[in-house]
């Protein structure tokens, strides 16, 4: 059985605790930035994958697979720090 330290093996170690949670806030700081511009984002980018980082619209595409290997290519340091999301026109519905 699996330790819990092994479960995490595959990502990549931060020496820097600092460094860590300042890639969460800014993390959470876009996801924030893309829920509150999501009627912006309707309008421009509907039916679109969007992807944003430090608060601003940095690509998008109908093709999830093709978004991320662009983000992959001209984003190698912080591919992973990228928030993307899917902007749609119907309303979604969350069952808590």
Same mark, same amino acid.
């Given at each position: 059985?699996?330790?819990?330290?092994?479960?995490?093996d595959?990502?990549?170690k931060i020496e820097?605790?600092?460094i860590l949670l300042e890639k969460l806030r800014n993390f959470r700081a876009d996801n924030i930035w893309f829920n509150e511009h999501y009627e912006e @984002? *309707? !309008?421009k980018y509907?039916?679109?994958?969007?992807?944003?980082f430090n608060k601003h619209v940095i690509?998008?595409?109908?093709? @999830? *697979? !093709?978004?991320?290997?662009?983000?992959?290519?001209n984003y190698p340091q912080n591919?992973?720090?990228?928030?993307?999301?899917?902007?749609?026109?119907?309303?979604?519905?969350l069952i808590l």
């Open positions: 059985m699996e330790t819990l330290e092994q479960k995490f595959h990502f990549p820097n605790e600092e @984002l *309707k !309008i509907k039916e679109e994958w969007v992807a944003v690509d998008h595409g109908k093709s @999830l *697979k !093709i978004l991320l290997q662009r983000l992959r290519k591919a992973g720090d990228i928030v993307v999301e899917f902007v749609t026109l119907e309303e979604v519905n």
